[in-house]
């Protein structure tokens, strides 16, 4: 039987122990190799907002699954450039039979009333400001991987939390894996999609923390985003080399990417020897060919 058969849209309906194996495998998958299967099936990856790591290790974890990946890049070319909405479009690849459908889409799409409509799982690969469930498993997957348990340990989030799908995902997820989650923001920068501990003091917040994750400041999704002072903001919120000294010995550095550089994190950070920040886009794969192998039953 498989674990995991649904759709993951968000985070609430998936369990403790399914997230257990689902790390365990993604785990495995990231010391062996493994022959392709399943050869002629096809996963529809439909991106109607713009991406790199989410969309390019899908595409991967595709590959390493046996599976082919269908691109419908940000709709150009497609009918969408003659009318077509996002749902008909999504709901016409569906009818082309593709095991999965993963969708990045904005705020505007209900993916819960498309899911109704379409018989392959949907696995949301970020959707507006709601969830990007497969970023928040691969950042603390990334995590378990350092440390082996994750309960007790201490995650800081700092930055635009408000816009960031990213960390409401991370609200959804934190309890069931033990995390204890913070963030660290400007007052018109917090969510309230949570209520989980806010320092308004960055120093006194990463004093706090086992790892630290910055997010992007999301100027696409602010109506007065120019209005953002970006020296004052990388002075008190930076994850820069001077901020940083009060960050505990022994504690990471994360972000999800993209970055602006020199805003919420220094170019130098990322290089660190305590910067998780590649090994979360390397850990993506991993962890999204852990999902569509325990979607399809398989076990390692
Ligand atoms: N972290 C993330 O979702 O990056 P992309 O927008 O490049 O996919």
Same mark, same amino acid.
């Given at each position: 039987m498989s674990l995991f058969d649904g !759709?993951?849209? /968000?985070?609430?309906?998936?369990s403790s122990q399914t997230i257990d194996t689902l790390f365990n495998l993604a785990s495995s998958l990231k010391k062996q190799s493994r022959p392709p299967q399943h050869q002629g099936q096809t996963v529809a990856l439909l991106f109607f907002e713009p991406s790199t790591r989410t969309r390019m290790s899908f595409e991967t974890a595709a590959a390493r699954s046996g599976l082919t990946a269908l691109v419908f890049d940000g709709?150009?070319?497609? !009918?969408l450039e003659k009318g077509e909405t996002v749902e008909d479009s999504i709901l016409n690849v569906a009818a082309m039979g593709p095991e999965y459908l993963v969708i990045r889409c904005g705020d505007e799409i209900n993916l819960r009333a498309i899911s109704k409509f379409v018989s392959a799982p949907i696995l949301n690969a970020g959707w507006g400001v709601q969830g990007h469930p497969t970023q928040a498993l691969l950042d603390t997957f990334t995590l378990r991987e350092k440390w082996e348990r994750l309960e007790e340990r201490k995650l800081l989030i700092v930055g /635009?939390?408000?816009?960031s799908r990213v960390a409401h995902s991370h609200f959804e997820l934190a309890s069931k894996v033990g995390l204890q989650i913070a963030v660290c923001c400007p007052e018109e920068m917090r969510s309230e999609k949570s209520s989980v501990k806010y320092f308004s003091d960055l120093s006194e917040a990463l004093s706090w923390c086992d790892a630290v994750m910055a997010l992007r400041v999301q100027f696409e999704r602010?109506? $007065?985003?120019?209005?953002?002072?970006r020296e004052v903001y990388s002075e008190k919120y930076g994850l820069n080399k001077r901020n940083l000294r009060?960050?505990?010995?022994?504690s990471f550095v994360m972000h999800p990417g993209p970055i602006n550089h020199g805003l919420e994190? $220094?170019?130098e950070v990322i290089h660190?020897?305590?910067?998780l920040v590649l090994s979360q886009v390397s850990h993506g794969v991993f962890l999204r060919e852990a999902l569509f192998r325990m979607a399809r039953g398989e076990t390692w």
């Amino acid at each position: 039987m498989s674990l995991f058969d649904g !759709s993951l849209i /968000d985070l609430n309906s998936i369990s403790s122990q399914t997230i257990d194996t689902l790390f365990n495998l993604a785990s495995s998958l990231k010391k062996q190799s493994r022959p392709p299967q399943h050869q002629g099936q096809t996963v529809a990856l439909l991106f109607f907002e713009p991406s790199t790591r989410t969309r390019m290790s899908f595409e991967t974890a595709a590959a390493r699954s046996g599976l082919t990946a269908l691109v419908f890049d940000g709709g150009q070319k497609t !009918s969408l450039e003659k009318g077509e909405t996002v749902e008909d479009s999504i709901l016409n690849v569906a009818a082309m039979g593709p095991e999965y459908l993963v969708i990045r889409c904005g705020d505007e799409i209900n993916l819960r009333a498309i899911s109704k409509f379409v018989s392959a799982p949907i696995l949301n690969a970020g959707w507006g400001v709601q969830g990007h469930p497969t970023q928040a498993l691969l950042d603390t997957f990334t995590l378990r991987e350092k440390w082996e348990r994750l309960e007790e340990r201490k995650l800081l989030i700092v930055g /635009d939390v408000r816009h960031s799908r990213v960390a409401h995902s991370h609200f959804e997820l934190a309890s069931k894996v033990g995390l204890q989650i913070a963030v660290c923001c400007p007052e018109e920068m917090r969510s309230e999609k949570s209520s989980v501990k806010y320092f308004s003091d960055l120093s006194e917040a990463l004093s706090w923390c086992d790892a630290v994750m910055a997010l992007r400041v999301q100027f696409e999704r602010h109506s $007065d985003g120019s209005q953002l002072n970006r020296e004052v903001y990388s002075e008190k919120y930076g994850l820069n080399k001077r901020n940083l000294r009060t960050l505990k010995s022994g504690s990471f550095v994360m972000h999800p990417g993209p970055i602006n550089h020199g805003l919420e994190m $220094d170019s130098e950070v990322i290089h660190q020897r305590n910067s998780l920040v590649l090994s979360q886009v390397s850990h993506g794969v991993f962890l999204r060919e852990a999902l569509f192998r325990m979607a399809r039953g398989e076990t390692w």
